[in-house]
């Protein structure tokens, strides 16, 4: 069992890698709380792990809003959009037999990973242009003074937010890891822009979803490990924002594409053969 000061460092480990890629961590936290605590429900695992994604994404959030790399217009869409799907899974995260819904989401995530690692983002400077087909063009300038720019495909990027917030609040682990690939590959944001706006977002579908877990009693026995966990995950937040500075797109891609392939077999495991 892990003491108060294991759990801030696992914290800190999980919102500096989840924030560099900007996937919130959770698909890292989720499958260690599984094992540490196997007889706990899922409601009550999905419900920590969700309320540590809040603190991590609030504080990458922050961190990125200095650098200006967050798309605010399209984030805020992206936000509202992934609300009722937080919600709703949040309310249904007990309610679902996961043994399918796992392994039919397993071969989406695999799917994600091919196209992440078929979209070759461009390097140096100027910014990487986006290579999407949306219509609403975006001209962003970081805190270092990089252009970027790049159009954006609202109605989809907002249907997909919505199927986003709710597979994020069913499983517990954000959902950063599918809005980051979806906004690199199919809607065409630059890397570092991506990561960035899908923090903003994930920052807002995680907490209302952890809102939601808190009115349905989900951590009223396991909030001082969730308070522990969290505050290591600000930091870790910090520590990850300031790496991603000097990180290279293609890297921070590749680093995304083995997240997803490693949420994908862990999914597939639990739902085909229920470990």
């Known amino acids: 069992m892990l003491t108060a000061a294991g759990f801030v460092a696992l914290g800190i480990g999980i919102g500096t890698f989840g924030t560099l890629i900007g996937a919130g ?3 890292i936290l989720l499958p260690v709380l599984a094992l540490l605590f196997p007889h706990e429900p899922t409601g009550t695992l999905t419900a920590t792990s969700l309320a540590v994604v809040a603190a991590n994404a609030t504080s990458g959030a922050i961190a990125y809003g200095r650098q200006r790399r967050i798309d605010l217009r399209s984030g805020l869409a992206f936000a509202v959009a992934t609300l009722p799907g937080s919600v709703a899974g949040a309310l249904l995260a007990r309610a679902i037999p996961r043994g ?3 392994t039919a989401f397993a071969a989406v995530l695999l799917a994600l990973a091919v196209l992440v690692i078929r979209t070759r983002p461009d390097e140096g400077p100027p910014a990487p242009e986006g290579r999407a087909w949306g219509r609403i ?3 962003l300038v970081d805190a270092q003074g990089t252009v970027h720019r790049y159009h954006v495909e609202l109605p989809l990027g907002i249907a997909i937010s919505f199927v986003v917030g709710f597979a994020s609040s069913l499983l517990g682990i954000g959902g950063g890891f599918i809005h980051v690939p979806v906004l690199i590959a199919v809607l065409g944001f ?3 822009i991506a990561t960035a706006t899908s923090h903003f977002v994930l920052a807002i579908m995680a907490t209302v979803g952890t809102i939601t877990h808190i009115a349905a009693g989900d951590l ?3 909030w ?3 308070v522990y966990l969290a505050a290591g995950a600000v930091v870790g937040a910090q520590i990850g924002a300031r790496l991603s500075t000097r990180v290279r797109g293609a890297i921070i ?4 594409a083995a997240a997803l392939v490693i949420v994908a077999l ?5 739902g085909l053969l229920g470990i």
């Open 100 to 102: 399918p819904f796992d």
């Open 25 to 27: 961590g959770g698909f």
């Open 220 to 222: 009223v026995d396991v």
């Open 137 to 139: 063009p975006r001209e």
């Open 266 to 270: 862990r999914l597939a495991a639990q």
């Open 253 to 256: 891609v590749r680093l995304l």
């Open 190 to 192: 630059p890397v570092h």
């Open 224 to 226: 001082p490990r969730a």
